[in-house]
């Protein structure tokens, strides 16, 4: 079965600073890692994916996260946030194992303007 | 472009009272719909998947009892009954069974229950 960790329950920067959302996971086959974005009071929405190919994927608003199998991990980051990406932020995995996909506890950015 | 509706979108729920939750897929493209539970401290756990028209299954958790019916091609619902502490179902859907294929989920906006 198909494990995921967010180290960081809370993360607080400034607005225009950079920030990294980490996540690791356990599988030892192949996976597909996403992360995903929860507004409050909404429903989560998808920010990118990871399969194959280039570790680096480009999601929307200038987030992006990299996948490194010698690190277990697919950690997010954007270069310069803005106020509204203030949410929290959830890593999923899924494995070619007929397990549902597995969500990380969450990481909530707060954004200080 | 929504492609889930749930109601209700939240709901008082006398301690010991069962409370029923709807949700529309919009999108025929997306027919893999899904229960996620999120409880009091945000953490996500899947419940259930059904794909056919007339599947049920139930399940029971800590804090609460779960019968889900796939109604329709385009209909699920989720019974919610002996539920002791607040959480909020959100409905999900995707092109294929996301367990093995890593297809993007796409939530609802959530039925928040309020145990009262």
């Known amino acids: 079965t198909q494990t995921v960790s967010q180290s960081d329950a809370h993360v607080t920067v400034f607005e225009g600073d950079s920030v990294e959302l980490r996540c690791n996971y356990s599988?030892?086959?192949?996976?597909?890692l996403s992360w995903y974005i929860q507004h409050h009071g909404h429903g989560l929405q998808f920010l990118l994916k990871y399969y194959s190919g280039n570790p680096v994927v480009q999601g929307v608003n200038g987030f992006e996260a990299e996948f490194s199998k010698s690190d277990s991990s697919f950690h997010l980051r954007k270069a310069s946030v803005h106020w509204s990406d203030s949410a929290v932020y959830f890593c999923?995995?899924?494995?070619?194992?007929?397990?549902?996909?597995?969500f990380g506890a969450g990481t909530k950015l707060s954004v200080k303007p | 472009v929504t492609l889930l509706e749930q109601n209700p979108r939240w709901r008082l729920v006398p301690r010991g009272q069962a409370v029923n939750l709807r949700c529309i897929l919009k999108?025929?493209?997306?027919?893999?719909m899904s229960w996620y539970q999120q409880d009091l401290q945000k953490q996500l756990q899947w419940l259930f998947t059904?794909?056919?028209?007339?599947?049920?299954?139930v399940k029971s958790l800590p804090g609460a009892d779960y019968l889900a019916t796939r109604v329709t091609d385009t209909e699920l619902r989720l019974q919610v009954a002996n539920m002791s502490q607040g959480r909020t179902l959100y409905c999900t859907c995707s092109a294929t069974w996301a367990g093995n294929s890593g297809n993007t989920l796409y939530f609802g906006e959530g039925s928040r229950l309020i145990v009262v």
């Open positions: 599988y030892g086959g192949s996976i597909y």
């Open positions: 999923a995995v899924s494995a070619n194992n007929n397990n549902a996909p597995r």
């Open positions: 999108n025929s493209q997306y027919p893999w």
């Open positions: 059904l794909r056919s028209p007339g599947d049920k299954e």
